[in-house]
């Protein structure tokens, strides 16, 4: 490409005398204009007006790129981008420049130091225009079809929303059937109604419509391409009926011999009675060897399990009346291609065995809540029950978490209990009972019933008693006393966890998790944002929740889908672009990508995939070689920024600050501290950046070359990095420069980092004095000259 | 006269393949040790044009003067900007001296 | 599998039995130990209830002692071990301590269940028997220091612990699943409040009753002490016949290993194990 | 990193790789060359063959402070006149004063190119660059060969770094291409090639160097000890004719650590003084011009005071003023910075006691004197296809930067219109073989081979050569019999190398570098025996012919019969082009 020398228009935009009353406005203009590729330099009080011939100056060539010094709304910039590119002006090709968020116009500064000051800011403006480049955003193909692991609550729901909005749907779920935890619920809370109810009604729409193919008894093999375009490949296990002909009539289920028990807790034999005889009794199930998908029977075929069929009994294939029996089926694989992925694979209970103290798996008749559901089908004759909150939650030997819905859970089981067996005595033992809004009405309700006891405080023993009831002994936290109970059933309440499935899923995708192996996101802004690119996690894998908040997390994580379900995916011309003759390999950028977007290309050097990065620049801030520039604010324009910042503008003396502010947090916190008012001084220059960790050393080590006094870089706080991780990859490395600083025998505390929130004004004031004063104290960088 | 490793703060590069001062060396002579730290193989052969302490991100190597040549201990070190330079020379009697230029372009 | 052991006062004097059925089991079993010489009281509970200091500083002299040896130290007496264990773990945790007493390499002290069932293992225990107890139910009981506090223990659950349950089934006896086995024995208030101490052993013998085991299996001198020995004075508060024998480990361990019942300090039991020791064809 | 030692030739990995213009050596030379033939013809096919990383590697490393060339047409200077000056520092030659014009006309325009790629060039107040001499101009040159670099990968050209080149691929008389083998993955590579230049630098390491005495400092030496002469030895054994090699370049350098003098003598007025306070130059060198004397008598002269009791010898820095003294080192820190370690390791200051100077060990530097080969205004050497620049084309000295990079330049030109009329022969794989065995025999001996190492080999060579063929503990003085003695041992060496072997890769390269040096240091004492006079006193000192013969006023040429191992040795005629004195600037 033939370099054109730039040629710049620079326009001041004076609204009401506003700058006339803070700098010496005439001077600037005189100052401006003589610098070299000015070509015309001029103040304009009003804007539309003049634009015509500006537009003429333009296509005469009298200028290729403009500076527009000022404040502008987005609307106006916007104009005149437009009005511009009409005339074949690039609408990268404009430089903003607003001298006022830097602090130019605050009162109390010297009218001399304001004018140099903004002549420096718009220097520093100049140098970066003189950089600029016509960009074009690039479009790049998306597939119209998503892909939902999990078929629980969450994926149904996400399946029918996608479905509705005409996008085509893949739902994989390992389960032979449908509906996940929820299917397997015996009622819901508040309104205590039946949850295939609301399960079979997504199902109804799925089964009506052709958008959506669910793959049961099926794995997600593997995940390879990006965004908009990934390639699928599943694994299904052999149903040995076929899909196609069963008509799910049970014929063969009636002559099955082959009877399967399902798995049994061993318990002490020693301390059974009737009532847990009762409860053993009603919890145990069994089923054919052939017998209906579950939990939800969708698809509405039979399926066989291999393992405990007898192989030459063939009984099944003799009665179908459909034929459908092929006991000859084996595994097979599917591939297809979607534009994003949602995973909804929600929870597993706590194994509450481990939590030993309550006995569980010894004594019958303790149970977990979930068994619970079961039991309240047919509940045996109970006098006596208690219910353990926290059995295992919000312990740091179990899951050092609340799960949220437990204290709701036992409520509902209390009042549906109730409604049985209206003369049981209920004992609930808690921490605190956890009812987030209105499940208050819950409580409530609960507290008024009759023989319904709350105690606070978890029982410290359970032990048989000799009736073969259990004898729980607890203290009553509120008035301190010992408790002795003895009850029929003990109900513990049990946390939610990650499913095994989340875990699987995680390492197949490389989905980062938390501490705890939910999810991890952005828990507030993006909550269903997983920290790979198109990738969207929903429901109770990112963290436990009832069901209406698992729906509400799905359907959020469809609308998080669309943009990449687009007809094309446009990508700003911000992403970072290496520059091969630099690079050496060294594959630090790679390792550092919070979204891994790099991969290698055929002569091992990284390559991006534009539609991984989220155009953070933490690769240009790592590279050693300062090889990788970001478009649109490339390494170069930023080493002329500071160039361009005469350091001894106030004397020698009186320090200079040049700030890397975040444009997420920090800037904003700097541009409201003008905005507001607050004094902010003049020391300091700012240069915005899309992330604390874009700023490469290098840079820093040119300010501190240039004579800048302090270096001041401001990202997020720990844990609040829009980039997942870009301030701590800047602190580590600023870390290694004042190790460097402090063999140079410079202070290192001329390279600070700190962290700022965007309603940090104040504190990014007291921090800038205080900044000031500190380097006034260690005197001028031994740099400056 | 080979550079002088600070293991602590070498990384090896994390142990990639080649470390940057591996890979920069005009004599072929840093490389990186069992324990993944670089070190210069045939001291005798180093040429102390310090291409490979400019290279290293971690500010890890340090270039010495033999005592057989001059006295302890005197320090010279690059910082690299993306378009300067700087040295700080540190001489045997602690007086510092710094230089500061630009290395690339841009000189108008 | 070379230890230093310690008996400690109690293996030498009320629980001589404990000490002789070990000394005769682990050879038995192949476990090299060399009785420690120069040891020192570990100021049971009671040092610890006088004096902080002193409950370290005896430990301590034990722990300085064993250091030239350079072998894990092994206890018996579940007090002893705690003692030990924690001053050991002070001194390992805290480097001024550990320069303070000039310790190179502070022992590991390990106790017998640990010993037993982790580090020689189960399955080499099992190799080693020669009359499995085929029929007999045994009843562990654990009682309170053995596995409290927990952070102590390790590697065992301190509500439910597995080790002795395992080694009874090394031995081919039954292990009955026993709630109170963690239970205190009540045995530290045998001198201050009697009745309360009492009361606690009573609990516990009564619920063993219950279960109807053929004896009872304990690895403390104390529980031993309060199990055993006060049996009688059980049965006349609870007007109730117990009559349980309460063996140690390593005795039961004994029988099963074929080792005369007079090594193993069987005859100095207070409530008979004759008819156990019979239904294991062994006649005294 | 360990690598594996290859038991057997089999387990070698043979690299093929087809192009149109092969680069040996991306230095200054082999990067403008790579620039002018990717620019001359976008479409060709260059690659570059370098032997350690194209960012920084060879002489230039370091960095540079000066530019020494560069023709102020302002001031009225033009290329004649700075050929003339070229002629005058060789003591009026011989000089190839055709290849001298030819660069000195392109020599501007390459510097500016240099500036335009982003290379600062200190300028004066107009605006032009800023003079330090009469010919230099001061740049800021740390990062002069990453900037070069940059260039030539930019333009397209392949590199292929790290890997060594060994000996040429020959079709018959005509070179097509090279032969070598990858430092870091032990690969043999064969460049098949329709044109080729050789711009591997100079030869280093041939002498023992003053500063040796200790392993800390084996090679704290003026050029670059990577340079060592495998251009030359390539040619050699290809049988190119090799002109002028007894016109050894020895520099005056700082003592006991080989830094700069010509930086503080010559751009900062710092005369050359001795122990007695005098200024040499002007007390004793006043015929040959003083301080502006040719550089073979500036050299000679501080080591005559030596010789003679006088003593140490200084360069007298303390007319500087502290600001002076401060550019001064920034200047050092541009293309040595470790010198500025060094005199801050002494605890020197400059201003206030003057910095002792010393000679080097003698290098053999066509792009200084005019050692190299013999090529034609193509920059074509006598072997078809193979073309020169920089430190390897003979016959031009005084070229240093800016004119090694014009010369990479005109070489590629040259090169370009060759490749235009060939086409490329089949590749010979006997010959190619044969190579392969040759390179990798001291691998397979392998580390447990009783033989000898690299090291020890080098060492013999760079005493015998200090000793009896001129070096600096000899102040550089030799005679007929001390020549021969050198030559019988080089024989001997040359024959040794069979025992060399190598523990690793990287000792694999030396044990090349070392046969690579025999061989240019037999031809060297050829020349230096041919030379029956002293021309360069202190460069070629015979003490047996003190005086110049006046029919030895022509080129020395070599020719090495590749079959006989013979070296056939002749005279070529001067032509002086330009007229007037040729002693004078």
Not at chain 1, 395 to 415: I, M
Not at chain 1, 434 to 450: A, C, I, M, N, W
Request: proline share 5%; hydrophobic share 35%.
């Amino acid at each position: 490409m033939q370099k054109t020398i730039p040629k710049i228009g620079l326009f001041i935009y004076e609204q009401g005398g506003r700058l006339a009353r803070a700098i010496d406005l005439d001077a600037v203009i005189q100052r401006l204009a003589r610098i070299k590729n000015v070509t015309r330099c001029e103040v304009l009080t009003d804007l539309a007006a003049p634009l015509p011939s500006i537009k003429e100056d333009f296509t005469s060539d009298k200028f290729n790129r403009i500076l527009w010094v000022g404040k502008f709304s987005d609307y106006q910039k916007k104009t005149i981008q437009s009005e511009l590119s009409s005339a074949g002006l690039n609408p990268y090709m404009h430089e903003w420049c607003d001298i006022e968020e830097q602090g130019i116009g605050i009162d109390g500064v010297d009218l001399g130091i304001q004018t140099q000051k903004a002549i420096l800011i718009i220097q520093m403006s100049l140098a970066r225009t003189r950089l600029l480049e016509p960009l074009e955003p690039l479009e790049l193909p998306a597939i119209d079809a998503a892909l939902i692991i999990g078929a629980g609550v969450s994926g149904l729901h996400t399946a029918t929303s996608f479905m509705e909005l005409g996008k085509k749907v893949y739902l994989v779920e390992k389960e032979s059937g449908v509906g996940g935890k929820v299917a397997s619920l015996h009622r819901l809370y508040p309104r205590i109604c039946d949850p295939r109810c609301g399960l079979e009604f997504e199902i109804q729409k799925i089964r009506e419509s052709d958008m959506v193919e669910v793959h049961t008894l099926s794995k997600v093999k593997s995940l390879e391409g990006s965004p908009g375009n990934f390639d699928v490949r599943i694994e299904k296990q052999p149903r040995y009926v076929s899909e196609e002909k069963c008509n799910a009539c049970g014929e063969c289920m009636k002559v099955c011999p082959a009877v399967i028990p399902e798995e049994q807790r061993s318990r002490e034999s020693a301390f059974i009675n009737e009532t847990s005889q009762q409860v053993l009794n009603s919890l145990k199930s069994e089923k054919k060897a052939i017998h209906p998908a579950v939990p939800m029977p969708y698809p509405p075929t039979f399926l066989i399990e291999r393992q405990s069929c007898p192989s030459e009994c063939r009984e099944c294939v003799k009665v179908c009346p459909a034929q459908a029996i092929e006991l000859e089926q084996t595994s097979s694989e599917m591939a297809f291609k979607v534009g994003a992925v949602i995973v909804t694979t929600g929870w597993d209970p706590y194994q509450l065995s481990k939590v030993e103290e309550y006995g569980y798996g010894i004594y019958p008749n303790v149970i977990s809540n979930l068994e619970m559901e079961r039991l309240l089908e047919s509940p045996p004759a109970i006098e006596e029950i208690g219910f353990i909150q926290c059995a295992g939650s919000r312990d740091e030997r179990h899951l050092n978490y609340c799960s949220s819905v437990c204290c709701s859970v036992a409520l509902k089981h209390v009042l549906y209990l109730k409604e049985k067996l209206p003369d049981a005595r209920c004992y609930i033992f808690y921490q605190d009972i956890r009812t987030p809004g209105f499940d208050e009405e819950l409580y409530q309700k609960v507290k008024s019933l009759h023989n319904v006891i709350f105690i606070r405080g978890n029982p410290s023993t359970v032990k048989p008693g000799d009736d073969g009831k259990l004898k729980i002994r607890t203290e009553d936290t509120f008035s301190g006393k010992e408790i002795d109970l003895s009850l029929d059933l003990l109900v513990l309440a049990g946390g939610m966890m990650p499913s095994q499935g989340s875990f699987e899923i995680a390492q197949l995708l490389n989905l980062p998790q938390n501490n705890f192996g939910f999810f991890e996101s952005h828990l507030q802004c993006h909550p269903e944002e997983s920290q790979r690119t198109g990738i969207l996690v929903g429901g109770a894998c990112r963290g436990p929740m009832n069901i209406s908040q698992s729906i509400e997390s799905s359907h959020r994580a469809a609308m998080e889908v669309l943009p990449f379900l687009n007809r094309t995916i446009l990508i700003e011309p911000k992403y970072p672009v290496l520059d091969l003759t630099k690079c050496d390999k060294c594959k630090r950028c790679m390792e550092e990508c919070p979204f891994l977007s790099y991969v290698f290309d055929e002569n091992g050097f990284p390559s991006l995939d534009l539609t991984k990065c989220r155009q953070c620049g933490n690769c240009m801030g790592i590279c050693p070689l300062i090889a990788i520039s970001l478009r649109n604010n490339t390494i170069k324009q930023i080493a002329a920024q500071i160039q361009a910042l005469k350091s001894s503008f106030m004397g020698k003396e009186e320090p200079v600050i040049l700030a890397f502010l975040c444009e997420n947090d920090a800037y904003h916190a700097a541009k409201s501290a003008v905005e507001y008012g607050l004094p902010v001084p003049p020391n300091v220059f700012f240069i915005k950046v899309p992330c604390a960790g874009s700023v490469n050393n290098a840079l820093v080590a040119d300010a501190l070359a240039f004579g800048i006094d302090g270096v001041l870089i401001a990202g997020c706080k720990d844990g609040q990095c829009h980039y997942v991780k870009g301030n701590q990859l800047v602190k580590t490395r600023s870390g290694d420069l004042s190790d460097k600083l402090q063999k140079m025998m410079i202070d290192p505390q001329r390279v600070r980092f700190e962290s700022l929130e965007i309603r940090d004004s104040k504190k990014y004031v007291e921090l800038v004095k205080s900044y000031i004063e500190e380097l006034r104290a260690m005197g001028p960088n031994p740099f400056k000259s | 006269m080979p550079p002088k490793v600070d293991r602590e703060k070498c990384d090896g590069c994390k142990a990639e393949k080649e470390s940057l001062c591996e890979q920069i060396c005009p004599g072929d002579l840093m490389t990186l040790a069992e324990d993944k730290k670089a070190y210069c193989r045939m001291p005798r052969d180093c040429w102390d044009c310090m291409s490979c302490i400019k290279a290293c991100p971690k500010g890890a190597l340090e270039t010495r003067i033999p005592y057989q040549l001059g006295y302890h201990v005197a320090k010279l070190i690059p910082m690299m900007g993306t378009n300067t330079i700087t040295w700080t020379c540190i001489d045997i009697n602690g007086k510092v001296e710094r230089f500061q230029y630009i290395n690339r372009g841009m000189l108008d | 599998m070379n230890y230093l052991y310690y008996p400690g006062c109690s293996l030498k004097g009320a629980a001589i039995d404990y000490d002789e059925s070990f000394q005769a089991v682990a050879p038995a079993l192949g476990i090299e130990i060399d009785e420690m010489k120069d040891w020192e009281c570990c100021g049971a509970t009671v040092a610890k209830s006088v004096d902080e200091g002193l409950s370290e500083t005896l430990p301590l002299s034990t722990l300085k002692n064993a250091e030239k040896e350079e072998k894990d130290l092994l206890m018996l007496c579940p007090s002893c071990y705690v003692n030990h264990l924690q001053v050991s773990l002070k001194a390992k945790e805290n480097e001024a301590f550990l320069e303070q007493h000039s310790f190179n390499q502070v022992p590991e002290v390990k106790q017998l269940l640990e010993v037993l069932a982790f580090d020689f293992g189960v399955e080499e225990i099992k190799k080693k028997i020669i009359k499995p107890l085929k029929g007999i139910k045994v009843l562990p009981y654990y009682g309170c220091l053995t596995v409290r506090p927990f952070r102590l223990g390790g590697k065992e659950s301190h509500e439910n612990p597995r080790a002795m349950e395992n080694i009874i089934e090394a031995t081919g006896a039954q292990p009955v699943f026993f709630p109170y086995k963690v239970d205190c024995c009540g045995g530290t208030l045998l001198l201050s409040k009697e009745k309360t101490a009492l009361k606690l052993c009573a609990s516990i013998l009564r619920e063993a009753k219950k279960l109807s085991p053929d004896c009872i299996v304990v690895a403390c001198p104390l529980c031993h002490f309060m199990l055993d020995a006060k049996q009688r004075t059980v049965e006349k508060e609870l007007k109730e016949k117990i009559e349980l024998p309460v063996l140690y480990i390593t005795q039961l361990l004994g029988i099963a290993l074929g080792i005369d019942y007079k090594k193993l300090g069987l005859h100095r039991l207070v409530t008979s194990p004759k008819s156990l020791l019979q239904r294991t064809g062994i006649n005294i | 990193m360990a690598e594996k030692i290859p038991k057997s030739l089999n387990e070698i990995q043979t690299e093929v790789i087809a192009t149109d213009l092969l680069i040996i050596g991306g230095g200054n030379a082999g990067c403008f060359a790579a620039y002018e033939a990717k620019t001359k013809n976008p479409s060709l096919r260059v690659t570059i063959m370098e032997k350690a990383h194209i960012s920084r590697s060879g002489a230039t490393a370091a960095g540079m402070d000066a530019i020494n060339t560069f023709i102020r047409t302002d001031k009225g200077e033009t290329p004649e006149k700075l050929v003339k000056w070229s002629r005058a520092q060789v003591g009026g030659g011989p000089i190839r004063e055709d290849l001298a014009l030819s660069n000195a006309e392109l020599l501007n325009e390459t510097v500016e190119l240099l500036e335009e790629w982003g290379l600062p060039i200190v300028k004066d107040e107009d605006g032009h660059y800023k003079l330090r001499g009469r010919w230099d101009i001061s740049i800021q040159g740390e990062q002069l060969k990453p900037i070069m670099a940059e260039k030539a990968m930019e333009v397209g050209a392949q590199v292929f770094n790290r890997v060594v080149a060994t000996n040429l691929l020959m079709d018959g008389d005509r070179c097509v291409g090279a032969m070598g083998f990858g430092v870091r993955d032990g690969k043999f590579y064969v460049f098949h090639s329709k044109a080729t230049i050789v711009s591997t630098g100079g030869a280093c390491g041939i002498y023992k160097s003053p500063v040796t005495d200790y392993s800390g400092a084996h090679h704290q030496t003026w050029m670059c000890p990577f340079n060592v002469g495998t251009g030359y030895a390539i040619g050699i054994r290809g049988a190119a004719e090799m002109t002028s090699m007894e016109q050894r370049w020895i520099a005056i350098r700082t003592k006991d650590f080989c830094g700069p003098v010509d930086t503080i003598s010559v751009a900062f007025g710092c005369m050359i003084t001795n122990a007695k306070g005098e200024r040499v130059m002007e007390v004793r060198y006043k015929d040959v011009g003083g301080d502006k004397a040719a550089r073979f008598y500036r050299l000679n002269a501080p080591m005559t005071e030596w010789l003679e009791g006088r003593g140490p010898t200084y360069v007298d820095t303390t007319i500087l003023s502290s600001e002076e003294a401060k550019d001064l080192r920034e200047d050092l820190l541009n293309e040595r910075p470790s010198f500025v370690l060094f005199l801050a390791s002494r605890g020197h200051d400059i201003t206030k006691e003057p910095v002792e100077i010393y000679g080097s060990d003698p290098y053999i530097v066509g792009g200084h004197t005019g050692s190299g080969y013999w090529v034609d205004m193509k920059r074509m050497t006598t072997v078809p296809g193979l073309f020169a620049a920089g430190e390897t084309a003979g016959g031009n000295p005084n070229k240093f930067v800016g004119g090694c990079a014009v010369e990479g330049r005109l070489s590629a030109r040259g090169a370009v219109d060759y490749i235009e009329k060939t086409t490329l022969p089949p590749l010979d794989t006997k010959q190619v073989e044969k190579e392969k065995e040759r390179v990798f025999a001291p691998f397979i001996r392998g580390p447990e081979f009783d033989g000898v190492n690299p090291m020890e080999m080098e060492e013999r060579m760079q005493r015998l050569m200090d000793e009896y063929a001129g070096g600096i503990h000899q102040f550089y003085r030799m005679n007929e019999e001390r020549l021969d003695h050198a030559l019988k041992n080089i024989k001997m060496l040359q024959d040794q190398t069979k025992y060399l072997y190598a523990k690793d890769i990287h000792s694999l390269m030396s044990a090349h570098e070392v046969s690579d040096r025999l061989d240019v240091a037999e031809v060297l004492v050829h020349h230096l025996k041919y030379r029956k006079e002293t021309r360069w006193p202190g460069w070629q000192t015979r003490m047996d012919y003190p005086e110049v013969d006046p029919d030895m006023d022509c080129f020395v040429e070599s020719v090495r019969d590749p079959k006989t191992g013979e070296i056939k040795i002749f005279k070529r005629p001067f032509k002086q082009l330009i007229p007037g004195d040729r002693t004078k600037a």
